[in-house]
């Protein structure tokens, strides 16, 4: 069965700081990886995705991600935090490349302070 | 505007009194899937749809049934609600072909 697990369920930076939050995945076959961001009383939003194509990923917003099979890891990092980041972060992943079901990780909730 | 909409956006209910959330989408999507998102868990999945008629069970679907009527439409329905169920719920729709997922705002249930 698939799986991701994201470590650290809270990451406190200071604006401007690196962002770094953590993913690694479980699966049997070669996955599909997803990072959605949820703002405060809103739905998710696609941040990013890795499709087996290149492994360092670009989304919205700044944000990447590096695919890493040897460390089964799939984590996301923006350079330069903004206060506008602060949100809960959940990592996905999907097996079968169509997205049917969507595992998700338990979410990591970024703060972000002056 | 492409959307996913969900209603009521919160609900409070008493332990066995039947309901129904109500996901609506615009695009045409062949795909409708229902998460619930608890602490500590992030989100689940209950139930999907890959077409019109064609259901089947995610990862936690005791409790809930669903249909697809409709290709727009794909009601969440609890017919005995129990305190268990009080959670964060969201629909979500997708393209056949793509991979990825949007999602409503949300429903947020509150089981007495």
């Known amino acids: 069965a698939q799986s991701v697990t994201q470590l650290g369920s809270h990451v406190s930076v200071s604006e401007g700081a690196l962002v770094l939050l953590r993913c690694n995945y479980s699966s049997s076959v070669p996955p599909y990886l997803f990072w959605y961001v949820q703002y405060p009383n809103q739905g998710l939003q696609l941040l990013l995705k890795?499709?087996?194509?290149?492994?360092l990923v670009k989304g919205i917003n700044g944000f990447e991600a590096e695919f890493k099979k040897s460390e089964t890891s799939f984590h996301l990092t923006k350079p330069s935090a903004h206060m506008s980041d602060a949100a809960e972060y959940f990592c996905a992943v999907s097996d079968t490349g169509t997205a049917s079901k969507l595992t998700f990780g338990t979410g990591t909730r970024l703060q972000v302070t002056l | 505007e492409a959307q996913v909409t969900q209603n009521p956006r919160y609900l409070i209910t008493v332990t066995g009194k039947k309901l129904t959330v109500t996901c609506s989408q615009n695009?045409?999507?062949?795909?409708m899937s229902w998460y619930r998102q608890d602490p500590g868990l992030g989100l689940r999945q209950i139930y999907y749809?890959?077409?019109?008629?064609?259901?089947d069970k995610g990862d936690v679907p005791e409790g809930y049934k669903v249909s697809r009527k409709e290709k727009r439409n794909f009601p969440l329905i609890l017919e005995s609600p129990s305190p268990n169920q009080t959670s964060l719920y969201f629909c979500a729709s997708r393209r056949a072909g793509t991979d990825t997922q949007y999602f409503g705002p949300g429903t947020r249930l509150t089981v007495l």
């Open positions: 695009m045409n999507h062949e795909y």
């Open positions: 749809s890959m077409n019109v008629e064609v259901t």
């Open positions: 890795y499709t087996s194509a290149a492994t």
